[in-house]
């Protein structure tokens, strides 16, 4: 039975990952990187979540930009999906729909690097029966 | 659904729902031609009437909408190219969803990207702890969520650069 075959690739990666994030001071507050959340229930996969994800993935790594990403269940926002939310350190959670891989693209360039708003913000101010 | 993958993320998410901390997915192609799949989970599990009404798109535990297409939608894709769907559950022991697809058949979904969809769960939902294998014809190859962490320490599992590894390792098998 073969396991991971490169531990040491992953050993090599997480040291790698604390010099460029400096998470050894920061790890006590998980505030300080950006947060992304992937609806991912049938209607955001059918919808193309996946790929959604996949494309947050690549370019946040190409680009270097501290984030972490996750999964979430469907958020009742089928009409809207793919929907993520974002939480950038300090800031309320903002849920964007209809992302696909260009509007993922777009959101990265405009709101994560320079707190632009773009179009398709689902409010979550209101109390929701979610 | 599009592909395989998308159904495997799917019936996935439905442990994730049942409150699973431990999830496995064991992914079969020792037959030719054929792909099966495997994931138990240690949900809440279900009752045997809840069981028998999953293929009926109408039934949802649900309460935000009367619709429920995740299992429909996998029955399709796995009868249409002669395979099958097979659901065993317990009321709180877990569920085991076991689906079949006969890949050489003119309806077969195609596979997708199924590393890139399990690398994105197992690092997508850091608490749960996945246990991911795949049986290839001669080999085994197994990847645990706690194997991961246990080297990464106080690194989040969920960073990109992990989850782009890991789907790297799967991409050698699948």
């Known amino acids: 039975m073969s396991k991971v075959q490169s ?19 920061k790890s006590n507050d998980p ?8 609806s991912m229930g049938t209607c955001g996969i059918a919808s193309g979540a996946k790929e959604t994800m996949s494309t947050l993935i690549y370019e946040l790594n190409r680009q270097k930009i501290p984030a972490v990403i996750t999964q979430s269940g469907c958020m009742g926002y089928c009409k809207q999906e793919p929907t993520i939310e ?45 | 659904m599009k592909d395989i993958a998308f159904h495997i993320s799917d019936i996935t998410e439905n442990s994730l729902g049942a409150g699973a901390t431990e999830i496995s997915i064991e992914i079969d192609l020792r037959t030719p031609n054929k792909l ?49 769907v097979v659901i065993e559950s317990a009321v709180g022991k877990g569920t085991l969803v076991r689906f079949s697809i006969l890949t050489s058949h003119i309806d ?14 197992m690092t997508g939902n850091p608490s749960i702890e996945f246990s991911i294998n795949i049986h290839l014809q001669n080999e085994t190859f197994l990847l645990k969520s706690s194997e991961i962490k246990s080297e990464l320490g106080d690194i989040p599992i969920s960073f990109p650069q992990v989850t782009l590894f890991i789907e790297s390792q799967l991409k050698l098998f699948i």
């Open chain 2, 36 to 84: 099966e799949v495997i994931i138990t989970d240690n949900g809440c599990g279900m009752t045997s009437e809840v069981v028998s009404s999953l293929s009926n798109p109408f039934y949802t535990t649900r309460t935000t909408r009367k619709v429920g297409l995740g299992i429909p939608f996998l029955i399709q894709s796995c009868e249409q190219t002669g395979g099958e």
């Open chain 1, 31 to 38: 505030e300080s990187v950006i947060q992304i959340r992937v």
């Open chain 2, 108 to 121: 077969a979904p195609p596979k997708g990207d199924i590393a890139s969809a399990l690398a994105m769960l």
């Open chain 1, 7 to 25: 531990l040491e690739e992953l050993r090599k990666m997480r040291d790698q990952l604390r010099n460029d994030l400096d998470l050894r001071e």
């Open chain 1, 86 to 130: 974002i939480t950038m350190p300090n800031s309320e959670p903002i849920i964007f729909g209809h992302v696909n891989s260009d509007r993922a693209n777009e959101i990265i360039e405009k709101y994560i690097k320079n707190g632009e708003l773009v179009a398709d913000i689902i409010p979550i101010n209101f109390s929701t029966p979610y």
